[in-house]
């Protein structure tokens, strides 16, 4: 409708009111194209990345190829650092820090995206190799929030390392290849599940009940007692060199063996494992790895151990951020204090980049809509999270909300706002609280999602490249 056509209400309307629109209509046929292709670098870099030791491995990978270089022998042979320049850290080959040296001096504050690189999984127990009824199966211990029934009759895949008794360790991966044997979760048929079909959805599947088939075939020996067990043990030690004792010094994770594929006739969507959070860490980390010459130090944060309290050394409640500020500081001030990295973390904004549960118009009973995000509508705006009455929450200042939805809007960034369901429905924390402890301005802003947490996980295409954009443009703020 022309400006002539309109009456002054509608006029009025669209001047004061505020509507949320759906960022595929926003965009042109380049935009889209654009998105697209990133989305394959997405799936193809989180095929790879499967578990957060292989996420921080294809960083470092990335950020090398990019010209960083180790913070670590920066701080060695006391090289200065200047404007413009590139480092990073792997923290215990499970997170990373990763930093373009701006114009403005470090304790005068940075811009930081902080995302975690864990999802929800399947743990090996520390003794999880055992035989019943001649089959040969691993325990486990489920990591993170998961829906126990969701793991169950789908394929499955190994990775992790071990570590063997003479201190040399071993990377696994098994199930991610073609010719590669896959695993899974056996289920009860339907003809002798009446009794598990009334139970609660949460007490059909038990957390000692997620026992991961391994195999059948008995080792050709009558002396033997556990003879499928040791099939496997021999082809463990065969490929790998290991023994059953070296299970106590390992990390082995169960993950989804599927690779990332596009949803619907339109290829509009991605499905696949992990995207809490590596949706927003990936847009992340390719957005510091582009960033040339930024006026505050740019820095990306990928966290570990998030799914389950960000707690330990590779975690958002670590020093980890602060002892790679400390040293940013030593490396490019005349003198480092601690007053300077106390004025650093004051003075610094940061985006916690965290993902959102968009609506399922098949649940829609637990989302408040006017509240709510929506697949396709851009980055997640998220003012508080935490869950009843802001429980764990990090609760953003207005100043710093309208501070980046004005940074947003001046860059043609769309975005939206939302909350993590219906009040006292549920909800849930991010890493944001952690930063703000420090003295950070923080605010959660991500993907939004459906189906998190499960093993087939979907986002927007549209979503994800503006969520890219909206990083780049706040790292060169």
Known sequence: MSEEKKTEGQKLEERLSFRRKNAWEKVDEEYIKKAYDFCEDYKSFLNMSKTEREFAANTEKLAVAAGFRKLDDMTASGTRLKPGD??????????????????????????????????????????????????????????????KYQWLTIPLAIHGIVVKGDGTSVEISIGEDEDDPVFTIT??????????????????????????????????????????????????????????????????????????????????????????????????????????????????????????????????????????????????????????????LSKSRMLSADVNAAVDPNYENVYEKRNATYLGHGIVLQKYTGARGKYDSSDASAEFVGEIRKLFNDNGIMWQTGELGKVDEGGGGTIAQYAANLGIDVLDCGVAMLSMHSPFEITSKIDIYVTYNAYKVFLNS
């Open 86 to 147: 590139k480092v990073y850290f792997i923290n215990r080959k499970k997170s990373a820090v990763l930093a373009v040296i701006g114009k403005k001096p470090v304790s005068e504050g940075v811009n930081i995206l902080g995302a975690h690189i864990d999802a929800p999984r399947l743990d090996l127990k520390q003794n999880p190799l055992y035989e019943d009824t001649e089959l040969a199966f691993f325990k486990t211990h489920y990591y993170g929030g998961i829906k």
């Open 187 to 344: 289920d009860l048929l339907p003809h002798l599940a009446r009794e598990q079909m009334q139970k609660k959805m949460s007490e059909a599947v038990t957390g000692e009940g997620l026992n991961v088939l391994l195999g059948s075939l008995p080792y050709r020996d009558d002396k033997v007692k556990e003879k499928v067990k040791l099939t496997i043990l021999d082809i463990l030690n065969k490929r790998y060199g290991i023994v059953e004792e070296d299970f106590q010094s390992a990390e082995l994770e169960i993950v989804p063996a599927q690779k990332f594929k596009d949803v619907g006739f339109d290829k509009s969507m991605v499905g696949g494992y992990g995207q809490d959070d590596r949706a927003c860490a990936y847009p992340a980390l390719r957005s510091v790895l582009e960033t040339d010459a930024p006026e505050r130090t740019a820095v990306c944060l990928l966290t570990d151990k998030e799914e389950i309290g960000s707690m330990g050394n590779t975690g958002a409640q670590s020093t980890m951020l602060q002892d790679f500020l400390a040293n940013i500081i030593a490396l490019t001030e005349e003198s480092y204090s601690d007053l300077k990295l106390r004025s650093c």
